[in-house]
């Protein structure tokens, strides 16, 4: 079964600065799809960023980005002159790609503060 | 594009009655709907996925008869929580996918606490 981890419940990063948020996943598929949500305090899922594993090229969006590691199993989000609006849980998932897979695993989340 | 609405956001509802939570999926059509619990401070845990005209799919662990989901057109899935007890008191999260390598659409979410 896929896995998804998140290693860090907290993280914290001054206002304009910038942060890594960490996440590895277990797979022996070799297509599939990873995510990174934000859930602000509103609870409101939001996708923040999507990566396609047969793209080897880090996907971004505008301050966004991600370093995608297939072989490490690692996808981590980047987000560079944070702010405050930035401040929420954020949690990394994983999808099969082939048809009829359908299910998202998510990790644990990390709860990101921003300090003004 | 892709709104996903829930309704209600909030409901109290007694010990033993049966409350009903909604989800629609309002500028698209929704093959799959999938309906998700979230506690405090945790991830959210998937409690079901159904498709449009067929029976949902459970979780392992999450009781059928009790978590009753009716996804009876493109566009809107139940979920109706029988016979509630406290320890359902909970955030009950909806999505919605189109289909195909399209993501997953998420609703606002309803707190649901049960006196």
């Known amino acids: 079964a896929q896995t998804v981890t998140q290693s860090q419940p907290e993280m914290s990063v001054q206002e304009a600065e910038t942060v890594t948020l960490s996440c590895t996943y277990d797979?022996?598929?070799?297509?599939?799809?990873l995510f990174w949500y934000k859930q602000p305090p509103s609870r409101q899922m939001i996708l923040v960023i999507r990566q396609e594993a047969y793209k080897q090229q880090n996907a971004t969006e505008n301050r966004f980005s991600v370093n995608f590691q297939k072989a490490a199993k690692s996808f981590s989000l980047k987000i560079s002159d944070s702010q405050l609006g930035d401040a929420a849980m954020y949690f990394c998932?994983?999808?099969?790609?082939?048809?009829?897979?359908?299910?998202?695993?998510f990790g644990q989340g990390t709860r990101l503060t921003i300090n003004p | 594009g892709a709104v996903v609405s829930q309704h209600p956001s909030r409901v109290i509802c007694k010990s033993g009655t049966s409350v009903k939570i909604e989800c629609r999926s309002l500028?698209?059509?929704?093959?799959?709907m999938f309906w998700y619990r979230q506690f405090p401070k945790q991830s959210l845990m998937l409690m079901a996925t159904s498709n449009e005209g067929s029976k949902a799919t459970y979780e392992q662990g999450v009781e059928k008869d009790k978590f009753l989901i009716n996804h009876a057109s493109l566009t809107l899935s139940t979920l109706t929580v029988t016979s509630a007890h406290p320890e359902d008191s909970s955030f009950y999260i909806c999505s919605a996918r189109r289909g195909g390598k399209y993501e997953q659409y998420f609703g606002p979410g309803t707190r649901l606490t049960v006196t």
């Open positions: 797979t022996s598929e070799s297509d599939y799809y």
């Open positions: 500028d698209f059509q929704a093959t799959t």
């Open positions: 998932a994983y999808r099969r790609a082939s048809e009829g897979a359908q299910k998202l695993v």
